[in-house]
């Protein structure tokens, strides 16, 4: 199964100025993180970003930050239980009648200031390609909770850590075993991208090489 960009959402956990200097390659993960952002942002992929007790941590990184539609501050290690599924899932269409319809089916008409216009339906996108710190706590658990939420997790290796190499790969064992998919920043590019003719291709390789 490969990646689809229109059924894509990107979560990017956590990666905190107080907490990165801590992380095991810290500055390869990061890095790796902006360019999960940056492609994501040329192929029109939704970006969303956490933070964990920033009063004590402080704010993601800035140019990562920038990226993300709207940062979720939390104090629970699971991002899942602090509302993020209900960013990454649209609202189920309301049941009954809509405006200016009768229980029976005749439409009434409403005044012209009471009118709402046509809101376009938002498509669910259940594969979340999610990367962060630390890899064993808030990652972990964030994935895990999506995953019991019924979406697909996509977890990026190299996007990932932890203060140290044992507990960022017993993450990965743990998250494989519940059904994620382990990928690569890059994985996630080219299947993001699907062909060498996709109008972002040369821009996307420009932030991978």
Request: net charge neutral; charged share 25%.
């Amino acid at each position: 199964m490969l990646l689809d960009a229109t059924d894509s959402q990107l979560v990017l956990i956590d990666y905190q100025e107080r907490l990165m200097p801590a992380i095991f390659d810290g500055p390869a993960v990061l890095a790796n993180a902006r360019r999960l952002a940056g492609i994501a942002r040329m192929i029109d992929i939704p970006v969303w970003g956490t933070e964990q007790n920033p009063a004590r941590l402080g704010a993601n990184d800035a140019a990562l930050r920038a990226q993300c539609r709207k940062t979720l501050a939390k104090m629970r290690f699971s991002a899942a239980q602090e509302g993020l599924g209900d960013w990454l899932r649209p609202p189920a269409k309301p049941q009954g009648s809509a405006p200016g319809e009768t229980r029976g089916g005749n439409v009434r008409s409403l005044p012209r200031q009471l009118q709402k216009p046509a809101v376009a339906a938002c498509a669910e996108r259940a594969s979340i390609v999610i990367a962060g710190c630390e890899a064993h706590v808030c990652l972990l658990q964030t994935a895990l909770d999506l995953i019991d939420d019924d979406f697909e997790l996509w977890v990026v290796t190299d996007a990932c850590g932890s203060r140290t190499e044992r507990n960022r790969d017993a993450a990965f064992d743990r998250l494989a075993a519940a059904g994620a998919e382990l990928v690569t920043t890059e994985m996630v590019a080219f299947e993001w991208l699907g062909s060498c003719a996709h109008p972002a291709f040369k821009p996307v390789l420009g932030l991978i090489k």
